[in-house]
C-alpha cells in the first residue's frame, strides 16, 4: 500500500518553463489536495478535489492549474515558472467521512 | 494578520522535558483542529485530532482546545529526540472538513537533545 505518491521528487525550472507535478493515491480517497509549503508560512492551499471532474480554488491558486480526470491521480501543473513558485508541494488524499489527511513525501521546486 | 498564529521557535529542550506548542486563532467557526508532525524531509503526518473545546490524551502526547480563548494546545510528556521534528496546527470548520481544506499555522520547530 503506497499511499500517497508524488513525483518527482525534486526539480529545477527556469521562469517561463511549464511542467506538472504528479500526485497519486490508491486508497479510493474521494478528497485531493495540493499544498505548498514556505518558511515562515506553513502549509497553503492551492486547489483542491472533492472527486473526479470537481476541482476548486484554495487560498493560493494563482499560477496552477488542476484537473482530476480519475479519483487515483490529481496533477498540479505550472504553466509558466516564476522565482515566487520557488517552494516544497505537498499533495494529500481524505476518505470519506474521516478527518484524516494523508501527504506525500512533497516535491522541492526550484524556480530559477 | 493570519487566521493561525503559531510560534515558530525553534524549540529545544532536555530529553524528558515537558514540551508546550500552541497556537491562536481568529476564525470562530473553526470547529476541527488538528496536530500534525513533519520529520525533515517528510510530508506532515497526522499526531492528534479533537472536535471542538476539550482534552485528548494518546500516550505522551495531550491535546487541548479552549474554543472560548481561541487557543489550541499539544503538551508532549517525557520528551525524546525521537520526537524532534516540525509541529503543525491545523483547523478546519465543519464545511470545510468535508473537502480538505485546513489552515495551518507556520509550524514549530522541536529539538530534543539527549
Known amino acids: 500500500n503506497a499511499g500517497v505518491t508524488q513525483t518527482p521528487k525534486f526539480q529545477v525550472l527556469k521562469t517561463g518553463q511549464s511542467m506538472t507535478l504528479q500526485c497519486a493515491q490508491d486508497m479510493n480517497h474521494e478528497y485531493m489536495s495540493w499544498y505548498r509549503q514556505d518558511p515562515g508560512m506553513g502549509l497553503r492551499l492551492i486547489h483542491y478535489s472533492v472527486g473526479a471532474g470537481i476541482t476548486d480554488q484554495g487560498e493560493v491558486p494563482n499560477g496552477y492549474n488542476v484537473s482530476r480526470s480519475t479519483t487515483e491521480d490529481f496533477p498540479l501543473r505550472l504553466l509558466s515558472a516564476a522565482p515566487s513558485q520557488t517552494s516544497v508541494y505537498f499533495c494529500a488524499s481524505k476518505g470519506e467521512g474521516r478527518n484524516i489527511q494523508y501527504f506525500g513525501a512533497g516535491t522541492r521546486l526550484s524556480v530559477l | ?114
Open chain 2, 1 to 114: 494578520q493570519k487566521e493561525v498564529e503559531q510560534d515558530p521557535g525553534p524549540l529545544s529542550v532536555p530529553e524528558g522535558a515537558i514540551v508546550s506548542l500552541n497556537c491562536t486563532y481568529s476564525n470562530s467557526a473553526f470547529q476541527y483542529f488538528m496536530w500534525y508532525r513533519q520529520y525533515s524531509r517528510k510530508g506532515p503526518e497526522l499526531l492528534m485530532y479533537t472536535y471542538s473545546s476539550g482534552n485528548k490524551e494518546d500516550g505522551r502526547f495531550t491535546a487541548q482546545v479552549d474554543k472560548s480563548s481561541k487557543y489550541i494546545s499539544l503538551f508532549i510528556r517525557d520528551s525524546q529526540p525521537s520526537d524532534s521534528a516540525t509541529y503543525l496546527c491545523a483547523m478546519t470548520n465543519a464545511g470545510g472538513t468535508s473537502y480538505g481544506k485546513l489552515t495551518f499555522g507556520q509550524g514549530t520547530i522541536l529539538t530534543v537533545h539527549p
